[in-house]
């Protein structure tokens, strides 16, 4: 079973912006959160939130100069770079947002 | 007996039980059926050593030696349910103890809290806190299976394990919940623990169609009377035995004896 990805975000004080902490593959966002708490609570989080992977839209992507994966620009509608470099199958990789990338 | 021999009674059941349902949800935490679903257990697991740990040491407080609780008492002598004597077969029983035993220790510690013994109070509400998250976690499976064909096994195995966690609680003519009420140190008594275990858990049951449980009177009920044969008030258990040898030899460390630090 391949479950969807969520992402994971958390911010330690009130005021601070959320910050990218991780991903969990969960079925559903109420698993989500526990697998969240329970995968990414090591430090003294204020919040924790989730967010399906698919709610995300890629709305900006600039090309480098250097020669990484990221600085080639991907076809059309392929936003699997977004979070996570393609090609990571299951462990975080696929489900990813943009609609006609899968 | 003593209102003191009473609660030492009540801690020791408490205590055993969350020590060996840590040991239960430790065997799942490789093989769960994903590498979140075992670090959830990895983290419940945690959680249930941390609750005995503490629940051992408020023994001390009533002269028991929780060195020789730990780790020197035989599988006779445990007071744990008879549920968790030796390792599941899947991750459903992972679940069915999750949603229900683990639930029904949370009410008991919540009737202990909600009495006037001091040294419990303080330690509970961080306990009921941590068991909300394990509460999350079994209404999440309970949700997500409940979609798809699994749902079966699950309803069998809640069906199975039902009756036996709702006998856990034990009877209000047990010996020592009266000296318990009267000394003001629980909150409420074994009868009212089931009920207020059956309101929490029974709308899950329901959802995923377990028989067990019916609406009557405004509550939950049980739609079988219990079976209170070959029951022992005192380990809270119907079934002889205890743990077993792998089981015990894990618990008390048996294997490691040589690494025990004062």
């Not at chain 1, 969240?36 to 989730?50: G, P």
């Not at chain 2, 459903?92 to 220790?105: G, K, Q, S, W």
């Amino acid at each position: 079973m391949s479950a969807p990805v969520f992402e994971v975000f958390a911010r330690k004080e009130r005021g601070e912006p959320l910050r990218h902490v991780g991903w969990v593959n969960a079925p559903n966002e109420e698993l989500a959160c526990v697998f969240a708490r329970s995968t990414y609570d090591e430090q003294n989080w204020l919040e924790m939130w989730v967010v399906p992977r698919t709610a995300m839209r890629l709305a900006l992507r600039r090309e480098t100069r250097r020669g990484t994966p990221l600085a080639v620009r991907p076809p059309e509608g392929d936003t699997a770079a977004l979070v996570h470099a393609p090609g990571t199958g299951a462990y975080g990789g696929d489900d990813v947002a943009g609609g006609g990338a899968r | 007996m003593t209102a003191e021999a009473a609660l030492a009674r009540l801690l020791l059941a408490l205590a055993d039980n969350k020590r060996l349902l840590g040991i239960r949800y430790s065997d799942w935490i490789l093989g769960a059926p994903s590498i979140e679903a075992g670090i959830a257990a990895s983290s419940m697991a945690q959680d249930e050593w941390g609750h005995s740990r503490l629940t051992y040491a408020l023994l001390a407080d009533l002269g028991n030696d929780p060195r020789a609780l730990e780790h020197e008492r035989p599988a006779e002598a445990y007071a744990s349910w008879e549920g968790l004597d030796a390792a599941w077969p899947d991750w459903f029983d992972v679940l069915a103890a999750n949603l229900l035993f683990d639930a029904a220790l949370a009410e008991s510690y919540a009737a202990l809290g909600a009495g006037g013994y001091g040294p419990a109070r303080s330690r509970i509400q961080k306990m009921l806190d941590e068991e909300a998250y394990h509460r999350e976690h079994a209404l999440g499976w309970v949700e997500t299976l409940r979609r798809g064909t699994a749902v079966a096994v699950l309803r069998d195995r809640l069906t199975a394990w039902l009756p036996a966690v709702a006998r856990w609680f034990g009877r209000e003519e047990d010996p020592g919940w009266a000296e318990l009420r009267q000394r003001g140190w629980i909150g409420w008594g074994p009868e009212e623990m089931r009920a207020r275990w059956l309101a929490t858990v029974a709308p899950a049951l329901e959802r995923v169609g377990v028989p067990g449980v019916e609406p009557r009177g405004g509550a939950w009920a049980l739609v079988a009377p219990l079976d209170w044969s070959g029951w022992d008030p005192t380990r809270r258990r119907a079934a002889p035995g205890g743990p077993d040898p792998d089981t015990l030899a894990r618990v008390r460390g048996d294997r490691n004896r040589a690494l025990l630090v004062e």
